[in-house]
């Protein structure tokens, strides 16, 4: 799964990154949870614009906000009827910088921070959806997960969906599931300090080596 990543990219290099017709202000973290506002690329009127939603999906047709998962499986998006709804009208990029894992060791686990060697900044793929109740509204995204690539793999089995810049319209446009897949580009891992284990703790220090 993927329930903990850092955005701190400034926004000048986000519009540039993903050729934003509409960029926005949004919350810089090296520390986001789950319930957090978080940034997201998304098609309005056929251009890439960037808004803010709650991480955690609720789909247009729940009657509370109760549920709200913040990871789903690429294998089952467009069948499962909590998301399959959002894979065909709703799909998005999440901009991020990193993201975490823990790795359980008997009872202890060890946080790792993972990030792109060659880039600042990846996209994860995400749907997205629009939900209403009485005077109540929201709306929010959850990112899609895969198994693991090689690097992934000595700390847990599933991994975020990280696409590559050439792929963000064959997933915003088209949605193509066959890009779904592990992240075959270089990546960079290593052990972080247990501060990150409390979503109040931000700054560098959480993605410095330890």
């Known amino acids: 799964m993927c329930g903990r990543f850092s955005i701190i990219s400034n926004s000048k290099n986000i519009e540039e990154h993903f050729s934003l017709a509409r960029s926005g202000e949004y919350l810089k973290s090296y520390n986001i949870s789950p319930s957090s506002n978080i940034p997201v690329v998304r098609l309005e009127h056929d251009n890439r614009a960037l808004s803010n939603l709650h991480w955690g999906l609720v789909p247009h047709w729940a009657k509370d906000t109760k549920l709200k998962p913040i990871n789903a ?9 909590f998301f399959r709804s959002a894979f065909k009208n709703n799909r998005c990029l999440i901009p991020a910088n990193g ?7 008997n009872k202890h686990k060890q946080p790792w921070y993972f990030k792109l060697k060659d880039t600042e900044l990846m996209a994860f793929a995400g749907l997205w959806d629009h ?3 009485d005077d109540e509204s929201m709306e929010s995204c959850t990112i899609i997960t895969t198994g693991a690539n090689d690097v992934m793999k000595p700390v847990h089995d599933r991994m975020p969906v990280i696409l590559n810049p050439e792929d963000y319209d064959g997933w915003l446009i088209e949605g193509n599931k066959t890009l779904l897949q592990p992240y075959s580009g270089k990546m960079i891992a290593y052990p972080v300090s ?10 560098k220090d959480l993605i410095e080596p330890v």
């Open 99 to 105: 993201f975490y894992e823990w790795k359980r060791t």
């Open 73 to 81: 499986k690429a294998e089952t998006i467009d069948t499962k009827p």
């Open 194 to 203: 247990t501060i990150v284990n409390n979503p109040k703790h931000n700054g």
């Open 131 to 133: 939900w209403e109740h």
